[in-house]
């Protein structure tokens, strides 16, 4: 069974940092490309960035690029998101997702606020 | 303009078909695009339905039942999703998605209401 867990989600002053993670199982991780995608509570979805197989191609959102990095391990199954100078409008609920992407994970909620 | 516009809600009797479009700004050609839809109900994460460049280039989600089916209306510039024998279980929101120069864009989505 395909799964994406996420954690490393929770709350966090304006200006802070964090790092998401995101371990897969069920499938044959390092031949995937991965993405993050953000939710805003009660709003739509947003890609922030995307990674390579062998993270030889990384793309980010407008929004993110500068403060957030994506990263991957391939001997741990796991992906990573550096998220630097947070603002309050980062507040949302962060997915990790495989390849086109096809299938995401359940989700962790990072909290921006004073 | 918005990259990818969908009508923000809709609504349908049970057993009916429904057409839900995605329409891309005027100056991105259609041809070029494959269109990806994600179905998403309260409390979980998006689900992938289908990819949709044309009827050679296609995709279905694991498990995604073959009533979901993707198409395109080049006079209107729009990817379409078709439900056909609406459930109540398809009350949910729906995201059709690009990739556009190596990023991957969203549309605002659609809440469809199953009366």
């Known amino acids: 069974e395909v799964q994406l867990v996420e954690s490393g989600g929770g709350l966090v002053q304006p200006g802070g940092s964090l790092r998401l993670s995101c371990t897969a199982s069920g499938f044959n991780y390092r031949d995937y490309g991965m993405n993050w995608v953000r939710q805003t509570p009660g709003k739509g979805l947003e890609w922030l960035a995307y990674?390579?197989?062998?993270?030889?191609?990384?793309y980010y959102a407008d929004s993110v690029k500068g403060r957030f990095i994506i990263s991957r391990d391939n001997t741990k199954n796991s992906l990573f998101l550096q998220m630097n100078s947070l603002r309050v409008d980062d507040t949302a609920v962060y997915y990790c997702?495989?390849?086109?992407?096809?299938?995401w994970g359940q989700g962790t909620l990072v909290t921006v606020s004073p | 303009q918005a990259v990818l516009t969908q009508p923000s809600s809709l609504s349908a009797s049970p057993g009916a078909s429904v057409r839900l479009t995605c329409t891309l700004r005027?100056?991105?050609?259609?041809?070029?695009?494959?269109i990806y839809w994600y179905q998403q109900r309260p409390g979980s994460p998006p689900r992938f339905l289908l990819k949709?460049?044309?009827?050679?280039?296609?995709?279905?989600g694991s498990g995604v039942p073959s009533r979901f089916a993707g198409s395109k209306d080049a006079s209107a510039n729009a990817g379409i999703l078709l439900i056909s024998g609406l459930q109540s279980e398809d009350e949910a929101d729906y995201y059709c998605m690009i990739w556009h120069s190596s990023v991957s864009l969203f549309g605002a989505g659609t809440r469809l209401t199953v009366l």
């Open positions: 005027s100056d991105m050609k259609l041809t070029t695009y494959k």
């Open positions: 997702a495989r390849g086109d992407p096809d299938f």
């Open positions: 990674l390579s197989t062998r993270s030889d191609n990384i």
């Open positions: 949709y460049k044309s009827d050679s280039d296609k995709g279905q």
